[in-house]
């Protein structure tokens, strides 16, 4: 079973994070390409526009933002290419650009997939 952890795509890369994947759909603002330090950007697996127009990082809203998010990865092709990169590589590191570090997209992908996978 591979190890899972999230981190901002802005902190320095750790000895330990493995196979880097950005699970933003936009790229994140004043980080250049080259500098992000990814081994693949998935941004087909991160929440709609409409979802994370409408979630705003509002903490206020999380628990209601999990629940449709995890709606619609139930219904994404990305997200079977995406448990397919984690068992084939020992540990994996979710990269978000959000500030908030409790309330991000990559959390509840993080959840979603372990319990999947773990099924």
Known sequence: MAIV???????????????RIL?????????KKEEADI???????APSAQLRQW????ADKW???????ITELKQLPATDELATLIEKHKTVTL?????????NQAL??????????NK
Do not use: C, S
């Open 108 to 117: 509840v992908i993080k959840d979603f997939i372990l319990r999947d996978l």
């Open 5 to 19: 952890k999230t981190r901002r795509v802005y902190a320095p890369k750790e000895k330990d994070d493995g196979f």
């Open 39 to 45: 081994d693949v950007w998935m941004k087909d697996i």
């Open 95 to 103: 990269l978000y650009g959000a500030k908030d570090e409790v309330h």
């Open 63 to 69: 628990e209601e933002f999990k629940w449709k998010y």
């Open 55 to 58: 979630f705003n990082h509002d």
């Open 23 to 31: 699970v933003d759909r936009l790229w994140p603002r004043g980080l």
